[in-house]
């Protein structure tokens, strides 16, 4: 079946700009992640959402950064007046019922440069 | 202190080789251990996942867990150019399964 995609692929913009970047989970997966990877580092989770629960925000750098999600669907990640620090691979992940031990399945990621 | 130390490599090793990956983790509250594979250009698949102390095969996968020393690895036997990835180490965090805490990735590279 299909996995987590992910669009665009690549992403560049200019410093000062707003970028969105989409998301479509695994259809009937109720939990979806958003992680920052920059070169070279780990990830970094950013936010999660669980239904119609209210998302966890911790991981989010700057009120320069938000998501939204549809249902239990699509998923957005905006960031507004980009910096060069943004510049990163930005990934996103689904589980079937976000519980302790439910698998997360990765998308390719949207690789962003800020230029 | 990071929650979680990694070694980044890059580690390069011939093909057929036994490949020791290794991480540390600060938080003892820590329940879930995964270990993630990445392809160039890809994002991580899962790979391995255990909860408690001891070891867990799979192939020729093996993952281990000293909860007593907090320290987690990963064993590949016989390994494969195909097995040439970055390695993510990986725990859930305490608050429950909102977010993966990772290690920062071991460059794996297998030599025919």
């Known amino acids: 079946g299909a996995g987590v995609s992910q669009s665009p692929s690549n992403k560049v913009t200019e410093k000062g700009k707003d970028v969105e970047l989409r998301c479509d989970p695994i259809?009937?997966?109720?939990?979806l992640y958003w992680y920052r990877q920059r070169l070279g580092q780990g990830l970094e989770f950013l936010i999660y959402f669980q239904g119609n629960s209210a998302p966890d925000k911790s991981g989010l750098p700057s009120d320069r950064f938000s998501a939204e999600r549809t249902g239990e669907s699509v998923s957005t990640l905006t960031i507004q007046r980009t910096q060069q620090e943004d510049s990163a691979v930005y990934l996103c992940a689904s589980s079937l019922t976000g519980g302790l031990a439910s698998e997360q399945y990765f998308g390719p990621g949207t690789r962003l440069t800020v230029t | 202190q990071k929650e979680v130390e990694q070694d980044p490599g890059p580690l390069s090793v011939p093909e057929g080789a036994i490949v020791s990956l290794n991480c540390t983790y600060s938080n003892s509250a820590f329940q879930y251990f995964m270990w993630y594979r990445q392809y160039s250009r890809k994002g991580p698949e899962l790979l391995m996942y255990?909860?408690?102390?001891g070891n867990k095969e799979d192939g020729r996968f093996t993952a281990q867990v000293d909860k007593s020393s907090k320290y987690i690895s990963l064993f590949i036997r016989d390994s494969q150019p195909s097995d040439s990835a970055t390695y993510l180490c990986?725990?859930?965090?305490?608050?429950?399964?909102?977010?993966?805490?990772f290690g920062q990735g071991t460059r794996l590279t297998i030599n025919p």
């Open positions: 259809s009937g997966h109720t939990a």
């Open positions: 990986g725990q859930e965090g305490i608050q429950g399964a909102q977010k993966l805490v």
């Open positions: 255990t909860y408690s102390s």
